[in-house]
Protein backbone atom coordinates (compact mmCIF):
# COMPACT_ATOMS: atom_id res chain seq x y z
CA UNK A 1 0.00 0.00 0.00
CA UNK A 2 1.12 3.38 -0.75
CA UNK A 3 1.64 5.70 2.34
CA UNK A 4 0.68 9.15 1.57
CA UNK A 5 0.73 12.24 3.87
CA UNK A 6 -2.81 12.56 5.48
CA UNK A 7 -4.16 15.96 4.93
CA UNK A 8 -7.53 17.24 6.34
CA UNK A 9 -9.83 18.26 3.34
CA UNK A 10 -12.72 20.55 4.32
CA UNK A 11 -14.56 23.24 1.98
CA UNK A 12 -11.70 25.68 2.46
CA UNK A 13 -9.36 23.27 0.06
CA UNK A 14 -11.50 21.34 -1.61
CA UNK A 15 -13.70 22.15 -4.68
CA UNK A 16 -15.88 19.15 -3.86
CA UNK A 17 -16.72 19.87 -0.47
CA UNK A 18 -17.13 23.25 -0.79
CA UNK A 19 -19.96 22.52 -3.38
CA UNK A 20 -21.55 20.46 -1.26
CA UNK A 21 -21.48 22.66 1.62
CA UNK A 22 -23.29 25.40 -0.71
CA UNK A 23 -25.81 22.83 -0.91
CA UNK A 24 -26.13 21.91 2.70
CA UNK A 25 -26.67 25.00 3.15
CA UNK A 26 -29.30 25.98 0.67
CA UNK A 27 -27.15 28.47 -1.51
CA UNK A 28 -27.37 25.89 -4.23
CA UNK A 29 -30.21 23.89 -5.06
CA UNK A 30 -29.64 20.49 -6.09
CA UNK A 31 -31.46 17.18 -6.74
CA UNK A 32 -31.79 14.00 -4.10
CA UNK A 33 -29.54 12.24 -6.85
CA UNK A 34 -26.44 14.35 -7.02
CA UNK A 35 -27.31 15.31 -3.50
CA UNK A 36 -26.54 11.53 -2.28
CA UNK A 37 -23.54 10.85 -4.90
CA UNK A 38 -21.76 13.83 -3.04
CA UNK A 39 -22.85 12.46 0.44
CA UNK A 40 -21.30 9.15 -0.97
CA UNK A 41 -18.30 10.79 -1.99
CA UNK A 42 -18.11 12.79 1.42
CA UNK A 43 -17.70 9.40 3.25
CA UNK A 44 -15.29 8.15 0.81
CA UNK A 45 -12.68 10.77 1.92
CA UNK A 46 -12.56 8.10 5.08
CA UNK A 47 -12.39 5.36 3.39
CA UNK A 48 -8.81 3.95 3.62
CA UNK A 49 -9.10 1.82 -0.08
CA UNK A 50 -8.52 5.32 -1.56
CA UNK A 51 -6.53 8.65 -0.92
CA UNK A 52 -7.38 12.30 -2.01
CA UNK A 53 -5.03 14.28 -4.36
CA UNK A 54 -6.17 17.21 -6.38
CA UNK A 55 -2.61 17.68 -8.17
CA UNK A 56 -3.91 16.17 -11.37
CA UNK A 57 -7.20 18.38 -11.16
CA UNK A 58 -5.33 21.11 -10.07
CA UNK A 59 -3.31 21.40 -13.16
CA UNK A 60 -6.23 20.56 -16.05
CA UNK A 61 -8.22 23.08 -14.16
CA UNK A 62 -5.32 25.60 -14.24
CA UNK A 63 -5.10 24.99 -18.22
CA UNK A 64 -8.32 25.32 -18.72
CA UNK A 65 -8.87 28.85 -16.75
CA UNK A 66 -5.67 30.61 -17.71
CA UNK A 67 -5.39 29.11 -21.56
CA UNK A 68 -8.67 28.50 -23.26
CA UNK A 69 -11.03 30.40 -24.82
CA UNK A 70 -13.77 29.99 -25.33
CA UNK A 71 -15.63 29.25 -28.60
CA UNK A 72 -19.28 30.13 -28.61
CA UNK A 73 -20.96 33.76 -28.89
CA UNK A 74 -21.61 35.58 -26.67
CA UNK A 75 -18.59 34.45 -25.18
CA UNK A 76 -16.20 33.78 -27.98
CA UNK A 77 -12.61 34.41 -26.95
CA UNK A 78 -13.01 34.99 -23.53
CA UNK A 79 -11.07 32.81 -21.03
CA UNK A 80 -12.75 29.93 -18.99
CA UNK A 81 -14.05 30.75 -15.82
CA UNK A 82 -14.94 27.90 -14.55
CA UNK A 83 -18.24 27.38 -12.52
CA UNK A 84 -18.30 25.53 -8.68
CA UNK A 85 -20.10 22.54 -10.05
CA UNK A 86 -17.70 22.12 -13.16
CA UNK A 87 -14.53 22.55 -10.35
CA UNK A 88 -15.93 20.03 -8.22
CA UNK A 89 -16.88 17.99 -11.62
CA UNK A 90 -12.99 17.69 -12.31
CA UNK A 91 -11.29 17.59 -8.89
CA UNK A 92 -13.74 14.58 -8.54
CA UNK A 93 -12.66 12.59 -11.61
CA UNK A 94 -8.76 13.45 -10.73
CA UNK A 95 -8.22 13.39 -7.44
CA UNK A 96 -9.71 9.78 -5.93
CA UNK A 97 -6.91 7.68 -5.83
CA UNK A 98 -6.36 3.98 -5.10
CA UNK A 99 -4.26 3.39 -2.22
CA UNK A 100 -2.99 0.09 -3.49
CA UNK A 101 -1.80 1.50 -6.76
CA UNK A 102 -1.96 5.47 -6.60
CA UNK A 103 -3.75 5.19 -9.72
CA UNK A 104 -7.29 6.84 -10.36
CA UNK A 105 -10.03 5.61 -8.71
CA UNK A 106 -12.59 6.86 -11.41
CA UNK A 107 -12.41 5.00 -14.69
CA UNK A 108 -15.99 5.43 -15.85
CA UNK A 109 -17.76 8.96 -15.69
CA UNK A 110 -22.07 9.79 -15.93
CA UNK A 111 -22.55 13.51 -16.41
CA UNK A 112 -26.44 13.46 -16.89
CA UNK A 113 -27.43 17.29 -17.87
CA UNK A 114 -29.52 19.64 -19.61
CA UNK A 115 -29.25 20.90 -22.56
CA UNK A 116 -27.23 24.50 -23.10
CA UNK A 117 -25.28 23.77 -19.82
CA UNK A 118 -21.71 24.09 -20.87
CA UNK A 119 -21.60 20.14 -21.25
CA UNK A 120 -19.91 19.68 -24.09
CA UNK A 121 -17.75 23.39 -24.03
CA UNK A 122 -16.47 21.64 -20.37
CA UNK A 123 -15.76 18.47 -21.85
CA UNK A 124 -13.81 19.56 -25.19
CA UNK A 125 -11.82 21.94 -22.59
CA UNK A 126 -11.10 19.28 -20.51
CA UNK A 127 -10.37 17.59 -23.68
CA UNK A 128 -7.50 19.78 -24.60
CA UNK A 129 -5.81 20.09 -21.30
CA UNK A 130 -5.56 16.25 -21.92
CA UNK A 131 -3.76 16.78 -25.15
CA UNK A 132 -1.76 19.39 -23.62
CA UNK A 133 -0.51 18.74 -19.87
CA UNK A 134 -1.85 15.31 -19.69
CA UNK A 135 0.19 12.21 -19.82
CA UNK A 136 2.64 11.86 -22.97
CA UNK A 137 1.47 10.13 -26.20
CA UNK A 138 -1.92 9.52 -24.88
CA UNK A 139 -4.40 8.76 -27.34
CA UNK A 140 -7.96 10.83 -26.85
CA UNK A 141 -11.42 10.13 -28.37
CA UNK A 142 -13.89 12.03 -29.25
CA UNK A 143 -17.28 9.48 -29.58
CA UNK A 144 -20.94 9.43 -30.65
CA UNK A 145 -23.07 7.79 -32.37
CA UNK A 146 -22.87 9.61 -35.51
CA UNK A 147 -19.83 11.60 -37.00
CA UNK A 148 -21.77 14.73 -36.67
CA UNK A 149 -22.67 14.48 -33.10
CA UNK A 150 -18.73 13.63 -32.21
CA UNK A 151 -17.39 16.75 -34.41
CA UNK A 152 -19.07 19.17 -31.69
CA UNK A 153 -16.68 18.27 -29.44
CA UNK A 154 -13.99 17.73 -31.61
CA UNK A 155 -14.51 20.90 -33.78
CA UNK A 156 -14.71 22.48 -30.16
CA UNK A 157 -11.19 21.49 -29.21
CA UNK A 158 -9.77 22.16 -32.51
CA UNK A 159 -11.05 25.71 -32.44
CA UNK A 160 -9.78 26.39 -28.66
CA UNK A 161 -6.44 25.02 -29.90
CA UNK A 162 -6.46 27.79 -32.76
CA UNK A 163 -7.00 30.25 -30.47
CA UNK A 164 -3.88 29.03 -28.33
CA UNK A 165 -1.86 28.20 -30.93
CA UNK A 166 -2.72 29.88 -34.35
CA UNK A 167 0.18 29.27 -36.47
CA UNK A 168 0.27 25.06 -35.57
CA UNK A 169 3.58 25.95 -33.63
CA UNK A 170 3.11 23.10 -31.07
CA UNK A 171 0.01 21.03 -32.39
CA UNK A 172 -1.44 20.90 -35.39
CA UNK A 173 -4.70 19.18 -37.17
CA UNK A 174 -4.58 16.74 -40.66
CA UNK A 175 -7.69 15.35 -41.73
CA UNK A 176 -6.94 12.18 -40.00
CA UNK A 177 -6.41 13.61 -35.83
CA UNK A 178 -5.12 17.34 -33.72
CA UNK A 179 -1.67 16.07 -32.59
CA UNK A 180 0.42 17.98 -30.31
CA UNK A 181 3.73 17.77 -32.11
CA UNK A 182 5.84 17.98 -28.49
CA UNK A 183 4.39 14.64 -26.72
CA UNK A 184 3.20 12.81 -28.99
CA UNK A 185 -0.60 12.83 -27.92
CA UNK A 186 -3.17 12.95 -30.45
CA UNK A 187 -7.23 13.11 -30.74
CA UNK A 188 -9.06 11.62 -33.39
CA UNK A 189 -12.88 10.81 -33.75
CA UNK A 190 -15.07 7.71 -33.37
CA UNK A 191 -18.53 7.22 -34.21
CA UNK A 192 -20.87 4.31 -35.12
CA UNK A 193 -19.75 4.45 -39.23
CA UNK A 194 -15.71 4.96 -37.95
CA UNK A 195 -14.64 1.24 -39.20
CA UNK A 196 -11.88 -0.52 -37.59
CA UNK A 197 -13.07 0.24 -33.82
CA UNK A 198 -11.30 -2.44 -32.64
CA UNK A 199 -7.37 -2.02 -32.03
CA UNK A 200 -6.74 1.06 -30.46
CA UNK A 201 -5.74 1.95 -27.09
CA UNK A 202 -7.28 4.78 -25.87
CA UNK A 203 -6.52 6.89 -22.82
CA UNK A 204 -9.48 9.29 -22.72
CA UNK A 205 -12.45 9.48 -24.22
CA UNK A 206 -15.60 11.32 -24.72
CA UNK A 207 -18.37 10.38 -25.23
CA UNK A 208 -21.45 12.39 -26.06
CA UNK A 209 -25.22 12.19 -26.06
CA UNK A 210 -25.23 8.71 -25.37
CA UNK A 211 -29.17 8.81 -25.44
CA UNK A 212 -29.13 8.18 -29.13
CA UNK A 213 -27.61 4.94 -28.79
CA UNK A 214 -29.75 1.77 -29.54
CA UNK A 215 -26.40 -0.46 -28.22
CA UNK A 216 -23.28 -0.31 -26.50
CA UNK A 217 -20.81 -1.37 -29.31
CA UNK A 218 -18.85 1.76 -29.77
CA UNK A 219 -18.70 2.06 -25.88
CA UNK A 220 -17.89 -1.25 -25.20
CA UNK A 221 -15.69 -0.77 -28.08
CA UNK A 222 -13.66 2.03 -26.30
CA UNK A 223 -13.58 0.93 -22.66
CA UNK A 224 -11.90 -2.63 -24.05
CA UNK A 225 -9.22 -0.12 -25.41
CA UNK A 226 -8.89 1.37 -22.27
CA UNK A 227 -7.38 -2.15 -20.96
CA UNK A 228 -3.82 -2.17 -20.98
CA UNK A 229 -3.77 1.93 -19.12
CA UNK A 230 -3.89 2.54 -15.79
CA UNK A 231 -5.87 5.52 -15.21
CA UNK A 232 -7.92 5.43 -18.35
CA UNK A 233 -11.17 8.37 -18.64
CA UNK A 234 -14.49 7.45 -20.28
CA UNK A 235 -16.29 10.24 -19.75
CA UNK A 236 -20.31 10.09 -21.00
CA UNK A 237 -21.72 13.19 -21.10
CA UNK A 238 -25.39 13.60 -22.23
CA UNK A 239 -29.01 14.68 -21.80
CA UNK A 240 -31.92 12.18 -21.23
CA UNK A 241 -33.54 11.30 -25.07
CA UNK A 242 -36.33 9.20 -26.22
CA UNK A 243 -34.81 5.71 -27.02
CA UNK A 244 -36.37 2.37 -25.01
CA UNK A 245 -34.17 0.32 -23.85
CA UNK A 246 -31.12 1.66 -24.92
CA UNK A 247 -27.35 1.83 -24.01
CA UNK A 248 -28.52 4.99 -21.67
CA UNK A 249 -31.06 2.91 -20.12
CA UNK A 250 -28.70 0.36 -19.13
CA UNK A 251 -25.89 3.02 -17.91
CA UNK A 252 -28.55 4.96 -15.97
CA UNK A 253 -29.49 2.05 -14.23
CA UNK A 254 -26.28 1.05 -13.21
CA UNK A 255 -25.83 4.43 -11.66
CA UNK A 256 -28.51 4.75 -9.71
CA UNK A 257 -27.91 1.09 -8.06
CA UNK A 258 -24.05 2.67 -7.83
CA UNK A 259 -25.80 5.86 -5.69
CA UNK A 260 -28.25 3.95 -3.70
CA UNK A 261 -25.34 1.68 -2.69
CA UNK A 262 -27.17 -1.66 -4.19
CA UNK A 263 -24.33 -2.02 -6.28
CA UNK A 264 -21.06 -1.84 -4.67
CA UNK A 265 -19.04 -4.05 -6.74
CA UNK A 266 -15.56 -3.79 -8.65
CA UNK A 267 -16.66 -1.79 -11.44
CA UNK A 268 -19.42 0.39 -9.17
CA UNK A 269 -16.24 1.25 -7.19
CA UNK A 270 -14.40 3.05 -10.58
CA UNK A 271 -17.83 4.53 -11.60
CA UNK A 272 -18.35 8.10 -11.34
CA UNK A 273 -22.45 9.22 -11.30
CA UNK A 274 -22.83 12.87 -11.63
CA UNK A 275 -26.61 13.31 -12.69
CA UNK A 276 -28.51 16.70 -12.62
CA UNK A 277 -32.02 15.20 -11.95
CA UNK A 278 -35.70 17.02 -10.54
CA UNK A 279 -37.04 15.14 -7.96
CA UNK A 280 -40.34 15.65 -9.40
CA UNK A 281 -42.04 16.57 -12.53
CA UNK A 282 -44.06 18.67 -10.73
CA UNK A 283 -41.34 20.24 -10.03
CA UNK A 284 -40.93 21.68 -13.38
CA UNK A 285 -44.60 23.04 -13.59
CA UNK A 286 -43.97 25.12 -10.06
CA UNK A 287 -40.65 25.99 -10.37
CA UNK A 288 -39.53 29.96 -10.84
CA UNK A 289 -36.66 31.93 -10.70
CA UNK A 290 -37.95 32.43 -6.52
CA UNK A 291 -37.31 28.74 -5.68
CA UNK A 292 -34.84 28.20 -8.11
CA UNK A 293 -36.10 23.99 -8.62
CA UNK A 294 -34.97 24.25 -12.39
CA UNK A 295 -31.55 24.42 -11.14
CA UNK A 296 -31.44 20.87 -10.15
CA UNK A 297 -31.55 19.42 -13.66
CA UNK A 298 -29.44 23.31 -14.84
CA UNK A 299 -26.80 23.85 -12.55
CA UNK A 300 -25.80 26.85 -15.01
CA UNK A 301 -29.03 28.57 -14.55
CA UNK A 302 -28.76 32.46 -14.78
CA UNK A 303 -25.16 32.10 -15.66
CA UNK A 304 -25.24 30.65 -19.16
CA UNK A 305 -28.60 29.07 -19.42
CA UNK A 306 -30.87 31.70 -19.63
CA UNK A 307 -34.05 32.27 -17.58
CA UNK A 308 -35.77 33.81 -20.02
CA UNK A 309 -35.31 31.16 -22.35
CA UNK A 310 -36.54 28.17 -19.98
CA UNK A 311 -39.19 30.28 -18.94
CA UNK A 312 -40.95 30.63 -22.66
CA UNK A 313 -39.70 26.41 -22.75
CA UNK A 314 -41.61 25.50 -20.24
CA UNK A 315 -45.30 27.87 -20.75
CA UNK A 316 -44.58 26.72 -24.21
CA UNK A 317 -44.38 23.05 -23.13
CA UNK A 318 -47.87 23.51 -20.97
CA UNK A 319 -49.89 23.73 -24.31
CA UNK A 320 -48.38 21.48 -26.67
CA UNK A 321 -47.44 17.58 -26.15
CA UNK A 322 -44.67 17.22 -28.93
CA UNK A 323 -43.05 20.39 -26.78
CA UNK A 324 -43.64 19.19 -23.25
CA UNK A 325 -41.97 16.13 -24.26
CA UNK A 326 -39.09 17.09 -25.58
CA UNK A 327 -38.55 20.26 -22.77
CA UNK A 328 -38.90 17.34 -19.93
CA UNK A 329 -36.79 15.39 -21.46
CA UNK A 330 -33.69 17.91 -22.54
CA UNK A 331 -34.34 20.56 -20.50
CA UNK A 332 -35.25 18.58 -17.10
CA UNK A 333 -33.68 14.92 -18.31
CA UNK A 334 -37.13 13.22 -17.68
CA UNK A 335 -37.01 9.82 -19.66
CA UNK A 336 -39.99 10.10 -22.46
CA UNK A 337 -40.80 6.95 -24.09
CA UNK A 338 -40.51 6.38 -27.32
CA UNK A 339 -44.10 7.46 -28.17
CA UNK A 340 -47.13 8.62 -25.69
CA UNK A 341 -50.63 8.84 -26.48
CA UNK A 342 -51.06 12.37 -28.58
CA UNK A 343 -54.31 13.70 -27.64
CA UNK A 344 -56.37 13.71 -24.40
CA UNK A 345 -59.91 12.65 -25.44
CA UNK A 346 -61.13 16.53 -24.28
CA UNK A 347 -59.10 17.68 -26.55
CA UNK A 348 -61.18 16.29 -29.33
CA UNK A 349 -64.18 15.16 -27.79
CA UNK A 350 -66.37 18.46 -28.40
CA UNK A 351 -70.15 19.17 -29.81
CA UNK A 352 -69.43 21.02 -33.21
CA UNK A 353 -71.39 19.83 -36.28
CA UNK A 354 -72.07 21.65 -39.48
CA UNK A 355 -74.17 20.76 -42.50
CA UNK A 356 -72.17 20.02 -45.60
CA UNK A 357 -74.61 22.05 -47.97
CA UNK A 358 -73.74 25.01 -46.01
CA UNK A 359 -70.61 24.82 -47.96
CA UNK A 360 -71.98 24.52 -51.38
CA UNK A 361 -70.05 26.43 -54.15
CA UNK A 362 -67.10 26.39 -51.61
CA UNK A 363 -63.10 26.14 -52.16
CA UNK A 364 -61.35 23.10 -50.12
CA UNK A 365 -57.65 21.85 -49.78
CA UNK A 366 -57.91 18.18 -49.84
CA UNK A 367 -55.24 15.26 -48.29
CA UNK A 368 -55.51 11.25 -48.83
CA UNK A 369 -54.08 9.12 -46.62
CA UNK A 370 -54.10 6.04 -49.25
CA UNK A 371 -51.99 3.53 -46.55
CA UNK A 372 -52.27 0.31 -48.15
CA UNK A 373 -55.10 -0.40 -50.56
CA UNK A 374 -55.77 -3.65 -48.33
CA UNK A 375 -56.76 -1.24 -45.21
CA UNK A 376 -58.63 1.27 -43.89
CA UNK A 377 -57.88 4.05 -46.17
CA UNK A 378 -59.51 7.88 -45.75
CA UNK A 379 -59.67 11.39 -47.79
CA UNK A 380 -60.18 14.76 -46.48
CA UNK A 381 -61.69 18.08 -47.46
CA UNK A 382 -61.02 21.08 -45.21
CA UNK A 383 -62.89 24.34 -46.32
CA UNK A 384 -63.58 27.75 -44.32
CA UNK A 385 -66.27 30.13 -44.19
CA UNK A 386 -64.62 34.35 -44.58
CA UNK A 387 -64.27 36.02 -41.20
CA UNK A 388 -64.32 32.43 -39.36
CA UNK A 389 -60.82 30.98 -37.80
CA UNK A 390 -62.67 27.56 -37.42
CA UNK A 391 -61.86 25.35 -40.26
CA UNK A 392 -64.45 22.42 -41.23
CA UNK A 393 -63.44 19.10 -42.45
CA UNK A 394 -65.26 17.04 -44.46
CA UNK A 395 -63.84 13.27 -44.17
CA UNK A 396 -64.74 9.90 -46.26
CA UNK A 397 -63.45 6.52 -45.36
CA UNK A 398 -62.32 3.12 -47.47
CA UNK A 399 -61.97 -0.77 -46.54
CA UNK A 400 -61.91 -3.51 -48.56
CA UNK A 401 -64.95 -5.80 -47.70
CA UNK A 402 -62.57 -8.38 -46.79
CA UNK A 403 -61.34 -6.38 -43.78
CA UNK A 404 -64.94 -5.43 -42.81
CA UNK A 405 -65.22 -8.17 -40.09
CA UNK A 406 -61.21 -8.23 -39.44
CA UNK A 407 -61.53 -9.15 -35.25
CA UNK A 408 -58.34 -7.56 -34.33
CA UNK A 409 -59.89 -3.97 -35.37
CA UNK A 410 -62.71 -5.07 -33.95
CA UNK A 411 -60.96 -5.78 -30.77
CA UNK A 412 -59.57 -2.46 -31.18
CA UNK A 413 -62.68 -0.35 -30.71
CA UNK A 414 -63.17 -0.60 -34.95
CA UNK A 415 -67.47 -0.64 -36.17
CA UNK A 416 -66.70 -0.56 -39.50
CA UNK A 417 -69.72 -2.08 -40.55
CA UNK A 418 -72.00 0.35 -38.32
CA UNK A 419 -69.52 3.36 -39.42
CA UNK A 420 -70.54 2.34 -42.86
CA UNK A 421 -74.27 2.69 -42.66
CA UNK A 422 -73.81 5.58 -41.26
CA UNK A 423 -71.89 7.01 -44.42
CA UNK A 424 -69.15 7.48 -43.01
CA UNK A 425 -67.14 4.80 -44.48
CA UNK A 426 -67.13 3.78 -47.96
CA UNK A 427 -66.74 -0.48 -48.66
CA UNK A 428 -65.64 -1.83 -52.39
CA UNK A 429 -65.61 -5.02 -53.05
CA UNK A 430 -63.00 -7.75 -52.86
CA UNK A 431 -59.73 -7.69 -50.93
CA UNK A 432 -58.17 -4.34 -51.91
CA UNK A 433 -59.36 -0.68 -52.41
CA UNK A 434 -60.15 0.57 -55.95
CA UNK A 435 -58.14 3.82 -55.71
CA UNK A 436 -60.17 5.51 -58.61
CA UNK A 437 -63.34 5.52 -55.47
CA UNK A 438 -61.25 7.69 -53.90
CA UNK A 439 -60.70 10.22 -56.79
CA UNK A 440 -64.42 9.95 -57.60
CA UNK A 441 -65.30 10.91 -54.12
CA UNK A 442 -63.87 14.61 -54.68
CA UNK A 443 -65.10 14.55 -57.93
CA UNK A 444 -68.43 13.60 -56.67
CA UNK A 445 -68.30 16.71 -53.98
CA UNK A 446 -67.89 18.88 -56.90
CA UNK A 447 -70.52 17.34 -58.74
CA UNK A 448 -73.28 17.05 -55.65
CA UNK A 449 -72.34 20.21 -54.07
CA UNK A 450 -70.12 22.21 -56.01
CA UNK A 451 -67.24 22.10 -53.85
CA UNK A 452 -63.97 22.43 -55.42
CA UNK A 453 -61.11 20.79 -54.51
CA UNK A 454 -57.92 23.55 -55.16
CA UNK A 455 -55.34 21.84 -54.14
CA UNK A 456 -54.67 17.78 -52.53
CA UNK A 457 -51.82 16.64 -50.22
CA UNK A 458 -50.78 12.59 -50.44
CA UNK A 459 -48.22 10.48 -49.57
CA UNK A 460 -46.40 9.16 -52.20
CA UNK A 461 -46.90 5.11 -50.45
CA UNK A 462 -49.44 3.19 -53.65
CA UNK A 463 -50.11 6.70 -54.72
CA UNK A 464 -49.81 6.35 -58.60
CA UNK A 465 -53.58 4.91 -59.32
CA UNK A 466 -54.63 7.35 -57.30
CA UNK A 467 -52.56 10.17 -59.18
CA UNK A 468 -53.82 8.65 -62.73
CA UNK A 469 -57.75 8.65 -61.75
CA UNK A 470 -57.31 12.20 -60.57
CA UNK A 471 -55.74 12.99 -63.48
CA UNK A 472 -58.70 11.56 -65.48
CA UNK A 473 -61.11 13.95 -63.94
CA UNK A 474 -59.02 17.15 -64.46
CA UNK A 475 -56.76 17.50 -60.88
CA UNK A 476 -53.29 17.31 -62.56
CA UNK A 477 -49.42 16.66 -61.08
CA UNK A 478 -46.93 18.82 -62.20
CA UNK A 479 -43.49 19.33 -61.33
CA UNK A 480 -44.20 22.95 -60.44
CA UNK A 481 -45.52 22.77 -56.99
CA UNK A 482 -47.24 26.06 -57.55
CA UNK A 483 -48.96 24.86 -60.95
CA UNK A 484 -50.08 21.85 -59.41
CA UNK A 485 -52.93 20.59 -57.86
CA UNK A 486 -51.10 16.97 -56.30
CA UNK A 487 -48.88 17.82 -53.95
CA UNK A 488 -46.60 15.47 -52.63
CA UNK A 489 -46.47 15.26 -48.63
CA UNK A 490 -43.42 13.64 -47.13
CA UNK A 491 -44.83 11.44 -43.87
CA UNK A 492 -41.77 12.39 -41.75
CA UNK A 493 -41.58 14.12 -38.68
CA UNK A 494 -39.01 16.74 -40.26
CA UNK A 495 -42.42 17.64 -42.76
CA UNK A 496 -45.21 17.54 -40.92
CA UNK A 497 -44.51 18.38 -37.39
CA UNK A 498 -45.49 21.82 -37.29
CA UNK A 499 -48.48 20.59 -38.97
CA UNK A 500 -49.21 18.63 -36.00
CA UNK A 501 -48.54 20.92 -33.46
CA UNK A 502 -51.07 23.63 -35.07
CA UNK A 503 -53.62 21.22 -35.08
CA UNK A 504 -52.88 20.07 -31.54
CA UNK A 505 -53.56 23.99 -30.23
CA UNK A 506 -56.49 24.09 -33.25
CA UNK A 507 -58.17 21.31 -31.52
CA UNK A 508 -57.60 22.89 -28.03
CA UNK A 509 -59.26 25.70 -28.73
CA UNK A 510 -62.01 23.99 -30.53
CA UNK A 511 -61.34 25.58 -34.25
CA UNK A 512 -61.52 22.24 -36.14
CA UNK A 513 -64.93 20.97 -36.78
CA UNK A 514 -64.78 17.70 -37.97
CA UNK A 515 -68.53 17.01 -37.56
CA UNK A 516 -67.67 14.50 -34.65
CA UNK A 517 -66.85 12.09 -37.07
CA UNK A 518 -66.80 9.06 -35.01
CA UNK A 519 -64.15 7.24 -37.41
CA UNK A 520 -62.17 10.39 -36.47
CA UNK A 521 -62.47 10.01 -33.21
CA UNK A 522 -61.28 6.48 -32.71
CA UNK A 523 -58.47 7.25 -34.89
CA UNK A 524 -57.74 10.64 -32.68
CA UNK A 525 -57.47 8.37 -29.68
CA UNK A 526 -55.14 5.91 -31.34
CA UNK A 527 -52.60 8.51 -32.27
CA UNK A 528 -49.54 8.45 -30.51
CA UNK A 529 -46.80 11.18 -31.03
CA UNK A 530 -43.02 9.96 -31.49
CA UNK A 531 -40.19 12.63 -30.94
CA UNK A 532 -36.88 12.60 -32.61
CA UNK A 533 -33.73 13.97 -31.29
CA UNK A 534 -34.37 17.59 -32.92
CA UNK A 535 -37.49 17.96 -31.34
CA UNK A 536 -39.62 17.31 -34.38
CA UNK A 537 -42.79 14.96 -33.90
CA UNK A 538 -44.67 11.81 -35.68
CA UNK A 539 -47.89 10.48 -35.42
CA UNK A 540 -47.39 7.44 -34.95
CA UNK A 541 -49.30 4.20 -34.20
CA UNK A 542 -48.38 1.80 -31.32
CA UNK A 543 -50.64 -1.50 -32.54
CA UNK A 544 -51.54 -2.46 -36.12
CA UNK A 545 -55.46 -2.22 -34.80
CA UNK A 546 -55.46 0.28 -33.66
CA UNK A 547 -55.45 2.63 -36.96
CA UNK A 548 -54.24 6.49 -37.18
CA UNK A 549 -55.55 6.91 -40.67
CA UNK A 550 -57.78 9.96 -39.85
CA UNK A 551 -55.53 11.50 -37.47
CA UNK A 552 -52.31 11.37 -39.98
CA UNK A 553 -54.82 12.50 -42.78
CA UNK A 554 -55.69 15.74 -40.66
CA UNK A 555 -52.30 16.33 -40.00
CA UNK A 556 -51.24 16.01 -43.92
CA UNK A 557 -54.25 18.44 -44.34
CA UNK A 558 -52.79 20.84 -42.17
CA UNK A 559 -49.90 20.52 -43.71
CA UNK A 560 -51.27 21.53 -47.25
CA UNK A 561 -53.39 24.32 -45.10
CA UNK A 562 -49.65 25.92 -43.18
CA UNK A 563 -47.92 25.94 -47.34
CA UNK A 564 -50.98 27.53 -48.72
CA UNK A 565 -52.87 29.90 -46.14
CA UNK A 566 -52.60 32.80 -47.54
CA UNK A 567 -53.71 32.22 -51.06
CA UNK A 568 -56.38 29.81 -49.56
CA UNK A 569 -57.40 32.77 -47.22
CA UNK A 570 -57.78 35.27 -50.27
CA UNK A 571 -59.41 32.46 -52.60
CA UNK A 572 -62.37 32.29 -49.89
CA UNK A 573 -62.41 36.55 -49.29
CA UNK A 574 -63.20 37.79 -45.86
CA UNK A 575 -62.17 40.83 -44.06
CA UNK A 576 -58.16 41.65 -45.01
CA UNK A 577 -57.91 44.17 -42.93
CA UNK A 578 -58.95 42.16 -39.61
CA UNK A 579 -56.97 38.99 -41.39
CA UNK A 580 -58.40 35.49 -41.29
CA UNK A 581 -55.47 34.11 -38.17
CA UNK A 582 -56.37 30.08 -38.07
Known amino acids: MLVKQSKIWTPDNSFLLEYRGRIETGEIVAGRELWDELDNLK ?21 MENCVKLTKSPYYGKPMILMLWQKAFVETIYSFKMSETG ?38 VCSSNDDNQASIVYDAIDTMRLLIDPDDLDTKRNQRFIKNKVNGSKIFKLSDRTRNKEGRNIDFA ?16 IEQSQSLKDSPKFINITTEGFITDGYLDDELKKARRIISGEDDGIAAERTLPWLYTQDSEQEVWMGNRQNRLWMKSNPTLGIVKKWDYLEEQVDVAR ?37 LEDFRGAIALGAVDLSQTTDLCCAKVLMMKPDDHKKYIYTMYFIPESKLEDSDDRNAGAKYAEWAKENLITITEGNDIDLSKVAEWFYLLYKDYNIRLWKCGYDQRFSKEWITAMENYGWMKTSNEDDSDIILILQNAQTLSNAMKLLEQDLRKQLVNYNRNKVDMWCFGNASIKIDQYGNCLCVRTEAAKKIDGAVTTIILYEMYRRYRTTFKTMIGGNKENGLVG
Request: hydrophobic share 40%; aromatic share 12%; net charge negative.
Open 43 to 63: EDFQNDRYFYNTDDAMIRMDF
Open 103 to 140: FDRFKKILLLIARKNTKSETCSALGLSELIVGNDGSDI
Open 206 to 221: IVDETHEMIDNVIAKS
Open 319 to 355: SSKADRIFVLSKDFNFKQNGSQAWLNLEEYDYEAVYE
